[in-house]
């Protein structure tokens, strides 16, 4: 069984990085759902990214490289991409971005249950502590009676965060044999066939005012995927997972920004639990690697 890293601080940075980009990110695939389906507005993002993740395969590797590799993993992932990203598009269409983040922070508590049995980490009572403290955080933004779960909107938005834990996964058992670049090659590559092939029956012609909203959706997606790949291959997933619940406090803020949606009071409290939840992971990391390491 491989180590565990001495340090997960590179890989924490990494995705709170990620999560801030995929929040944008998701900011745009939302206004693209407004005009096309969320097969569509899955096909946008990944053909927008893969030029993007082309270049770097080139630039890093070689494309003969990539057909090195696990590719029933590969496939597989690609397979769970394409229904994570429409699952989610088809929420962000019917809920408020908030609160489609909100229940989309299941995953993290999915992920750092699954790190135990199938990847061997130890979870220490400290992590789950602040786990539990996050997910509380979360509970509050959605208001005592979580109406907005019970939605088709809402499941949609489960089922995401479902497939999303087991790529998280298999990125872990993936990056100890494969490298970065065919990890982030196959998964674009998949995603855009996929995602493009279902939804070319019903495809729309794409506005011409929506060409830079498609742009952002491509950079913020391919920077942010190498993110949560770099974070998940190189630090132990129950650790970095949590800081996913970052990106509430961007969500917040563009929810503002674009939509005009305030947020009341549960909102800010349950983000203020969720931010001191991340700040006590981060200290933790930090007396841990400390003790390791005087």
């Known amino acids: 069984m491989k180590p565990p890293p001495a340090s997960n601080f590179p890989g924490i940075v990494a995705m709170i990085v990620a999560a801030a980009l995929f929040t944008v990110m998701d900011a745009g695939m939302k206004l693209l759902a407004e005009h096309y389906s969320p097969m569509q507005v899955t096909a946008l993002r990944s053909l927008a990214s893969f030029p993007l993740v082309f270049v770097y ?3 890093r590797s070689s494309l003969a490289a990539m057909l090195r590799g696990h590719w029933p993993w590969h496939m597989a992932r690609g397979a769970l991409a394409v229904f994570m990203l429409a699952s989610f598009v088809y929420g962000l269409q019917r809920l408020p971005m908030t609160e489609t983040y909100a229940i989309f ?3 993290p508590l999915m992920i750092t249950a699954l790190s135990v049995p199938v990847l061997g980490e130890r979870v220490g009572a400290a992590r789950w502590f602040a786990i539990g403290i996050g997910l509380t955080g979360v509970l509050v933004v959605l208001r005592p009676t979580g109406g907005g779960v019970l939605t088709l909107g809402g499941l949609a938005v489960i089922a995401s965060a479902v497939c999303y834990t087991i790529s998280a996964i298999m990125i872990r058992i ?7 670049e065919s990890l982030m090659f196959w998964l674009i590559s998949m995603l855009a066939v996929g995602s493009t092939t279902l939804a070319w029956p019903h495809w729309q012609p794409v506005r011409a005012a929506d060409a830079w909203i498609v742009a952002g959706v491509g950079i913020t997606g391919f920077c942010a995927q190498w993110g949560v ?7 132990e997933v129950s650790a970095i997972a949590p800081f996913e619940y970052t990106s509430l406090v961007w969500t917040l803020g563009l929810d503002r920004l674009i939509w005009n949606t305030s947020p009341d009071g549960f909102t800010l409290l349950g983000a203020a639990i969720i931010i001191a939840a991340g700040l006590f992971l981060v200290r933790r990391e930090r007396v841990h690697v400390e003790a390791e390491h005087p």
């Open 174 to 180: 993936l990056g100890r044999t494969d490298s970065m």
């Open 229 to 235: 790949t770099f974070a998940f291959r190189h630090g």
């Open 57 to 59: 395969v080139v630039w």
């Open 105 to 107: 922070y299941v995953a």
